[in-house]
């Protein structure tokens, strides 16, 4: 039986480059569990790598087939933004290990629907100056940068990924990524490693 490794963390915490990387690593064999998003798509991101990008019409359908595991929805300064997972036959838990991305109630409810014992959390902590200066940084190489909700996601990160929260969900290890990416790579690859089924 395989696992779903998570990979969880505030926005400008390095979490898409991490998951980019380790996607990338054919010794880890593992599979990428592509979320879906109503989103517009942003500059370097590719549909069906990052996510699946789609109009609400798609999302509907899948609600009326029952095939939503779990989604969230955003009220953002340019609409509402739903981002979601679905049941759409790309995991096979019975032959393979998966690498998601997401946030800590979209970790929740994978958690409730796959089982505690198929999901292994990765939280990546990033230092709150530097994590703003990065998600500075990553806006301003936008075509139209969206600085208030940058803002908006800053703060409200701070709410949804509280102490607090974290513990609810039962995890322990943090992957600090304030400085050197490959430092905090390296961690993650040791803990896949030990965690493969």
């Not at 953002?76 to 997401?102: P, R």
């Not at 990546?124 to 200066?133: A, S, T």
């Not at 050197?180 to 040791?190: A, P």
Request: with cysteine.
């Amino acid at each position: 039986m395989g696992r779903i490794f998570y990979i969880m963390g505030k926005s400008a915490s390095g979490k898409d480059k991490i998951y980019g990387k380790l996607s990338e690593e054919p010794e880890l064999k593992l599979q990428n569990l592509v979320l879906y998003t109503t989103r517009p798509i942003r500059h370097n991101e590719e549909d069906g790598k990052q996510y699946f990008f789609v109009q609400e019409e798609k999302l509907n359908e899948l609600r009326k087939r029952n095939k939503i595991i779990e989604e969230r929805s955003y009220d953002t300064i340019h609409g509402i933004w739903t981002y979601f997972t679905a049941d759409d036959g790309q995991v096979h838990l019975k032959a393979e290990n998966y690498l998601g991305i997401g946030t800590l109630e979209s970790y929740h409810k994978l958690r409730e629907y796959y089982g505690a014992e198929f999901l292994c959390p990765i939280y990546v902590e990033v230092e709150d100056g530097i994590r703003l200066e990065r998600a500075l940084k990553r806006e301003q190489k936008q075509a139209e940068p969206k600085y208030a909700e940058m803002c908006r996601r800053f703060l409200a990160d701070c709410e949804d990924f509280s102490d607090e929260k974290i513990a609810q969900e039962g995890i322990v290890k943090r992957f600090l990524n304030n400085g050197e990416l490959d430092v905090c790579l390296e961690e993650i690859r040791t803990y896949i490693s030990e965690n493969l089924r």
